[in-house]
Every structure is written in C-alpha cells, then in structure tokens.
C-alpha cells in the first residue's frame, strides 16, 4: 500500500510540478501578449464605434496569403481595420519599458524594466509587406492603406523621436482622429463616394485570407523555421547576437513542454501498477475515477 502511495504522490508531482513546465518568464510573457492583443482589440473597437457607428469591419488574427507558392507563403495581421476613411494594418507589442530608436528605420531600441537593451525589430518594418500587398489590391489614391504599431502595455514608454505611426494605447483615438481629419481634408472638394466601401473591401481582401481552422498554427510553425529574420540583443557588457530560428526553437519547446511530460507520465502509468492510473487521472480533475480505481486495485 505504501509503495502505490508512493507512486502517486511522484505522478502528481509529475502532472503538476515537473521540471519541464514552461519557465515562468516565457509564460508572463505569452499572458502579456494575448492580454494585449486583447486589449488593443477591445479599444479599436471602441474607437472605430465611436467614429463610424457600425460602418466599419474589424477582424483579428488575420493569416493573410501574400506569396502563395513560397516557403514563407503566409502573414499574420494582429488587427486589420476596414473602415470609410482607409483600411489599417495594427501590429501589437507588450512590450515595457523604454522603447527608442533604433539602429535604423527598421529596428527599435528597447529597455525593460530591469535595464536590459534589445534591439528589436520595429513593427512597422513587420507590417511593411502586409500593407504593400493591400495596397496593391487598392490602387486607388482615396483608399489610403497605413500600417500602425501599438504598444499595449501601460508600462511602454514611447520615445517621441519615433515615427508618428509607432504610439502608446493612449494615443490610439488620437491616431485615428488624425487619419480621419486627414481623410475629411482630401475629399473635402470630392463626392462622398471617394470613401472606402467597407463591405466590398472586406469581401476583397477575404479572397486572399486563410480561413482554416489551422491556419493560424501552420503559419507560426513555418515562422519558427525562418532563419532569415534576426533579433540582435545589445548589451553593453556582453554584446551578442542570436538568431531568430535558435530564439523561436526555444520558444516553440517550451510550448510542446506539456506533450514530453504527458508522454512520460503515461509511460511510467503502463509501466507500474495499475494503481498509477489513478495518479494520472488527476491531470484531469476526475478525482471519483481515481478513487475508484485506488479503491478497487487495493480491493484486489
């Protein structure tokens, strides 16, 4: 009896303590980034409500087809907003810290909070292939296509030396105020039929977006075996560089971390007695199957 006992308590610590969960700064991190897209989300929204009533389509998680045929054949838009007065490709980062810029116009310098210095690519230079492609499907000089990079964390402290087109969440209404009035100011002396027409531009553009349910995940694994983006990491004691397939293969173990330690767990399950069972079952939160199962193996 001691020995089952035993073996529980090393499954549970195996289910819930084991050495091969994600590191808690990479899941901070991830949480961060889903709040900020969230949030962004929620505040384009608004906003967009607030200017165009319920003449707008704002749609997330875009995996947009701009090279069908290439290794690299998709990209993914955070939030492409379709709206009267243009269409807007937002890039989100929840990033803190000290954001500044960069080495040139495709890259920013970032600080954390606890004084490290990166320099990372800007969002601008992300969106540059999303919003030319766009573009491309809208040549006409009324339908302005612009690329803007939001920085969702409240703890972001935007250089104002950077373009007018990388801002805070509390400059966002600003943003799209100014995209607006500028927008008023060109057809000013045109009919109102110079604006976008929202539905029939939303129905362009989804001719050209992955829809499957899977899209999304095959587009981030393709991402992770790109070798041709870097991310150069700045320190002024240690410079160095790494490249983003080394950075992404981390990334991409410590998500799968949970299927090695299942794995294990069920190996040693079939391995042992059948009491283990039961210890696994709690992964699950089925605690009257394990009972019964503990009961019925001690029975027997």
Known sequence: MWLYLLWMVV???????????????????EMRGV??????????????AEMCGSHFVLRHAVILNIAPGTPYPTAEIDHLAITPFGIFVVETKAWRGQILPGQDNDTLTWISPAGETE??????????????????????????????????????????????????MADLRHWLRGRLNSWRDRTMN??????????STDREIMKFVDVSPDAGMRHKERVIGNAEESIIVDHKQNTRTQSHIFTNAKRFWDRQHWLVQRLLALLLCFTLEPVVIASYLLEFKNLALCLALFAGTLGG
């Open 119 to 168: 320099v990372r690519k800007s969002p601008l230079a992300q969106n540059r292939a999303k919003v030319a492609f766009i573009r491309g499907l809208f040549p006409d000089e009324f339908c302005v296509v612009a690329g803007v990079g939001v920085f969702s964390s409240p703890e972001a402290r935007v250089s104002p030396d950077l373009s007018v087109d990388l801002i805070g």
């Open 190 to 199: 045109h009919a109102m039929s110079e604006s976008v027409d929202v539905a």
């Open 11 to 29: 499954m549970v610590w195996l289910v819930w303590f084991s050495p091969w969960k994600k590191p808690a700064r990479v899941r901070r991190a």
């Open 35 to 48: 709040r900020g897209e969230a949030d962004v989300a929620a505040a384009l929204q608004t906003r967009l």
